[in-house]
C-alpha cells in the first residue's frame, strides 16, 4: 500500500522530524468500514501525536479525486481517539482523510486520558497541507486541503469551536457539545475557555449532533443553534444520552449522519445533502430523530 511506502517530510522549528517518515503501526477496524474505500487507522513517523484513518488503497486517490479532510476532537479532550475508533473509521471508509487529536488507542488494556489542546486541530491542518504539497509524499495531491471539515465530540466539540475561525475551514460539527451558558468555574484542564461570543467567529455551515434531552450537553448545544443566526446551521437530536453512538458497530447513527453531511459539506454530493434539506428534512423520516434547520440558502425542497 502506497502510504506504507517512505516519503520526505519537513523540518518544523520545533526541531528535525523524521526525515524519512513512515507508517510505524496500524489496525483495521471492523473490516475497514462499511464504506467503498475500505479503511485503516495508523501512526505516522511524522505526526506521532495524532491517529490517521485513511483508506487503504490511498494510490487511488490523486488529482482528479482526492479526499476531504476531517480533523477530530475527542470526549473529553483525550489525547487519543479511543472512544471513537469505530466512527472515525466508518467516516474514513467513505472516501475521507480523519486525522484525529492524539495517539493510536491501543487494543487492550489502558487507554490515554492525558488531555489535549485545540492547537493539535491546526497542527492536523498544517501536517496535511504539507504532505499534500510535497512531490515526495504518499499523499501527494491526495488530500483535498480545500474542502477541511473540523469537529469533534463534548469537550473535543468546544475544541472544534475554539479554531472555527480559521479561514481553511469548510464547514464545523459540534457533537454531544456546545459552549456553556453559565461559564465553568472550574473547568476541566484543557478545555477551551470560550463563551458564546465564539459563535460569531464561525464562518461555515454548521452540524450540530447531540443526545437529546438527557445529554448534559443539550441544554448548551440547543443555546449555541438559537443564537447562530449568520450561516447554516442544523442540529439532529437523538435520544441517546451524551455518549452518542460512537462505539456501535460503525459508529452507528451518529456516523450514517455525520457521514451524510460531510459528503454533502465537503464533496458536493446532493443526494446526501437530502438528509439536511427539504420540509421535512430526509432526517425526519428516520425514527427518533429530531432536527431543527436554520439559515439553509440552499432551496428546501421536499
Known amino acids: 500500500m502506497k502510504h506504507l511506502l517512505t516519503f520526505i517530510f519537513l523540518v518544523t522549528s520545533a526541531g528535525a522530524l523524521p526525515s524519512l517518515a513512515q507508517t510505524t ?3 483495521v477496524i ?6 467503498e474505500s475500505k479503511a485503516i487507522m495508523l501512526t505516522d513517523a511524522s505526526l506521532t501525536t495524532h491517529t490517521i484513518f485513511a483508506p487503504q488503497n490511498i494510490s487511488k486517490f490523486s488529482t482528479e479525486q482526492k479526499l476531504p479532510l476531517v480533523v477530530w476532537g475527542n470526549g473529553a479532550c483525550n489525547d487519543s481517539p479511543w472512544e471513537h475508533v469505530n466512527f472515525l473509521n466508518e467516516i474514513a471508509s467513505h472516501g475521507f482523510f480523519v486525522i484525529a487529536i492524539g495517539t493510536m488507542p491501543t487494543t487492550s488494556g489502558e487507554q490515554v486520558t492525558e488531555r489535549s489542546t485545540s492547537a493539535k486541530l491546526t ?24 474542502n477541511i ?12 469551536l475554539e479554531v472555527a475561525g480559521d479561514s481553511r475551514i469548510s464547514t464545523l460539527g459540534v457533537f454531544n457539545s456546545g459552549i456553556f451558558i453559565t461559564p465553568m468555574p472550574s473547568p476541566l484542564p ?8 465564539q459563535l460569531e467567529k464561525i ?17 448548551n448545544g440547543m443555546h449555541d443553534v438559537e443564537n447562530i443566526n449568520h450561516v447554516p446551521v442544523f ?14 458497530p460503525h459508529g452507528g447513527e451518529f456516523a450514517r449522519v455525520a457521514t451524510a453531511w460531510f459528503q454533502w459539506q465537503l464533496k458536493d454530493d446532493e443526494q446526501a445533502g437530502q438528509l439536511f434539506v427539504g420540509n421535512p428534512p430526509g432526517l425526519s423520516k428516520t425514527p427518533k430523530w429530531s432536527y431543527k434547520q436554520k439559515n439553509f440558502s440552499k432551496p428546501q425542497t421536499p
Open 149 to 160: 471539515g473540523v469537529a469533534g465530540m463534548s469537550c473535543g466539540g468546544l475544541q472544534a
Open 30 to 35: 471492523e473490516s475497514g468500514g462499511s464504506g
Open 123 to 146: 497542527q492536523a491542518i498544517d501536517w496535511t497541507v504539507a504532505q499534500n504539497n510535497d512531490k515526495d509524499s504518499a499523499y501527494h495531491q491526495a488530500i483535498d486541503t480545500d
Open 190 to 197: 484543557g478545555m477551551p475557555n470560550i463563551d458564546k461570543t
Open 203 to 219: 464562518h461555515t455551515p454548521t452540524l450540530y449532533l447531540l443526545g437529546g434531552p438527557s445529554d448534559i450537553a443539550y441544554e
Open 25 to 27: 503501526a496500524s489496525r
Open 235 to 248: 442540529v439532529g437530536n437523538l435520544d441517546v444520552g451524551h455518549g452518542g453512538t460512537y462505539r456501535e
